[in-house]
């Protein structure tokens, strides 16, 4: 009976193409020129032997790198349902992809040991969570972080938008509109909510916090269900996501309450809310290069260069769900 076939190596694939190994492996390496007769005579050696190629991860290693970049989203079970996440998600994938980056997605589980995962970087994102367990020892093993939208641990990079200055011009809009008693319905505490709320207290500092849920659909219409259930004196009800804002207009229809006639509702984000039939007054932010942001932050960082956070600007976006008090 034969034995086991054994697997090629570049050795096999040298010797086959009459060249030595160091020129077999430039061929695949590509770090130095090698003519193209030779290049040609390695390859076809390798199909011969059923060479695939050397192994990357092994190559990486011997370098003092992994090609794998963590990204820590929060619960993974719910980060996909977040229609905020995406775009930041598919941008910052598209940057570290282009420089042939692995990628692995990472909860933020206290009781997951991340100590033996080799990787050359994480990105904390879209957590929202003060502490993590993984993030000390990141630190002592040296391994580059960027965290997007806090928390500001020391020693990482910190990609951020203006939260406070969109919401406060969102709290002016309504000012405007002659709106005095406005209530608002916030996100978990975190860096993005305490500073969404404080852009919410410049201009209407006694504003009622309504109660603070997760940006989900269900979740937020039980909770404005609630709330409208006690008649509140308020004329507008500003969000902190515009997933918790079409769940306030749903709630509001279901109970014949005309928006933005009766209640005035805005959101932040600048998502897609098609379930909606109007369009939402909300604060936009740049998914896209906030993402691409991420990714060159990550970049510099695992290239040791230097890379300073970033701040970037939001948009106010006027619709059909505000209207005067």
Same mark, same amino acid.
């Given at each position: 009976m034969a034995g086991p076939t054994r697997t090629p190596t570049l050795a096999d694939v040298a010797a086959a193409a009459g060249v030595s190994l160091s020129t077999a492996s430039l061929t695949f390496s590509r770090n130095k020129p090698v003519s193209e007769s030779t290049r040609q005579r390695v390859l076809s050696a390798a199909t011969a032997l059923g060479y %695939? /190629? $050397?192994n990357a991860l092994a190559r990486n290693l011997r370098q003092g790198r992994s090609g794998v970049i963590g990204i820590a989203l929060g619960p993974l079970s719910t980060a996909f349902r977040d229609p905020a996440a995406l775009p930041l998600l598919d941008a910052v994938? =598209? /940057?570290l992809e282009s420089a042939g980056l692995g990628l692995l997605l990472m /909860?933020?589980?206290e +009781?997951? +040991?991340?100590s033996q995962i080799p990787l050359d970087g994480v990105i904390y994102m879209i957590c929202g969570r003060e502490t993590w367990a993984a993030q000390a020892d990141l630190a002592a093993r040296g391994v580059p972080m960027v965290v997007v939208e806090g928390p500001t641990w020391p020693g990482t990079t910190f990609v951020d938008i203006d939260h406070r200055a969109g919401v406060a011009a969102l709290a002016a809009h309504l000012r405007d509109l002659g709106h005095r008693r406005v209530a608002t319905m916030t996100l978990q $505490?975190?860096?993005p909510e305490r500073e969404r709320l404080a852009g919410l207290r410049e201009v209407f500092p006694d %504003?009622?916090?309504i109660g603070a849920c997760e940006s989900d659909l269900s979740a937020a219409?039980?909770?404005a269900a609630t709330y409208l259930e006690t008649a509140p004196d308020v004329t507008a009800v500003v969000c902190h996501s515009d997933v918790q804002a079409a769940a306030v207009i749903l709630e509001s229809t279901r109970r014949d309450l005309r928006v933005p006639e009766d209640l005035s509702v805005s959101g932040f984000d600048g998502v897609a809310t098609p379930w909606l +039939?109007? =369009?939402?007054t909300t604060v936009v932010q740049p998914f896209a290069e906030k993402g691409r942001a991420t990714a060159r932050a990550m970049l510099a960082r695992i290239n040791g260069e230097p890379v300073s956070d970033v701040l970037l600007s939001v948009q106010l976006r006027i619709g059909g769900s505000t209207g005067p008090a």
């Open positions: %695939a /190629g $050397p994938c =598209e /940057g /909860g933020d589980n +009781d997951v +040991d991340h $505490p975190s860096h %504003a009622h916090v219409q039980i909770m +039939d109007l =369009e939402l």
